[in-house]
């Protein structure tokens, strides 16, 4: 073999980099979020079933923003209900906790939402 | 070979391997296709690029062959162009350097064409190759750090980075990330080229066409996975997270559209060594970028010289002075009375 120092070092340096994922996490706890709401309001209904919201909550959130932002419309009929389209008073009414509902899988697969920008998270749900 | 016969098959053989793939999506196979497979794929990966690199290493340069675009290091008044004939190891980092991240060779490329006026030959620069090239590879360079969220956690800032520039434009919800549809039209565009270049499209085989179907197919089954059909995203991420620690527990109900991308990619992996994608480390073995246009100060030795045996004139005309001399040919040294005696 030819060039033998610079060879040996590119393949071990080849082999760190890619298999970072493998050593990086040793002896790292992999939980996996539980997006907590509050506890008060067990047993009521989102505005979608679970699976639906689960999926496609934020494009159900981007129809609302333009819907009440460009067309006044602020009224929802959704598979469980008539609401009222607002992330504030309908959403956060339930899931109240920001960081324990919506950072937590967020944060997990690095997610940063735009919704913060205008909405403010409400004090008295901040420390939950 | 027949095109249609190369096209077909490359697109048979990606057609067979999702539908393999869409088997990961049964639940008694989903510890094969979501641990052993991959794990699998990840070894004959690192297996095959090390054979590889090896057997490159192996092959002996006979002749110093590096290819150059400026001046060699000559007589101190002439100007010596260090980066595009280096006569130094930092020279040729330098060069291999942009040849890497910028694809210069790629750029040179020219094309042949007759004039407007009369049958005259030009030599025009084409960089369409280029573009579609290096939009390529940087495109799936970004994917692939991006996809590093799936393997970080706290997720590394600079994938945070990578992800701010790449949906810059904050379009929709998931976020559009330009990256993944510029790896897809340059790859499309790769493939059209082939198909309507008809020099190219001669030389064209199925193991041309076979990657190209196979990185766009993960391209857009990804794309799919993000904006479409929706797949659940953290136990995507908990799936990943456990080949890690090597927690063999798969994650219930994450979607057909990831078995089939997951299965495409761990194909991908295990054929890269082994198929014209081993260029990656290919570039770094070849003669005519790694050396330095040094030969007007070393010699080069071929490493597989061996003595050769030799008959100097002087040895020649020792043997067959008196012969010459008989027949009158010119002769260094004259023929002296001794051997004359004899």
Partial sequence: ?128 | MNFWVSLISAGVVVTVLIAIGALGAVPALQVIFGVAVPILAVLIFLAGIIWRVVQYARRPVPFAIPTTCGQQKTLPWIKHNPVESPNSTAGVVARMALEILTFRSLFRNTAMSLGEDGPKITYGSTQWLWLGAIVFHYAFLTVVIRHMRFFTEPVWGLVHLIETFDGFLEVGLPGLMLSGFALLAAGGYLLLRRLAIPQLRYISLPNDYFPLFLILSIAASGILMRYFVKVDIVAVKELAMNIANFKFAVPEGIGVLFWIHLFLVCVLLAYFPFSKLIHSGGVFFSPTRNMATNTREYRHINPWNYPVKIHTYEAYEDEFREKMVEAGLPVDKPLDEEATAQ
Wanted: charged share 20%; glycine share 8%; aromatic share 10%.
């Fill in chain 1, 1 to 128: 073999m030819y060039d033998k120092g610079k060879v040996i070092t590119g393949i071990v340096l080849f082999v760190i980099v890619f298999t970072f994922p493998f050593w990086i996490n040793v002896g790292k706890a992999n939980i996996a979020p539980e997006p907590k709401i509050n506890p008060e309001v067990a047993g009521k209904v989102c505005v979608e079933d679970k699976a639906f919201m689960k999926a496609n909550h934020m494009q159900l959130l981007d129809e609302w923003r333009d819907s009440v932002v460009r067309d006044g419309n602020r009224t929802y009929m959704g598979g469980t209900g008539r609401y009222e389209m607002s992330l504030t008073n309908s959403c956060m009414g339930c899931h109240n906790n920001k960081a324990q509902f919506c950072d937590s899988c967020h944060n997990y697969v690095s997610l940063t939402p735009n919704c913060w920008n205008c909405h403010i998270e409400s004090k008295e749900n901040t420390n939950g």
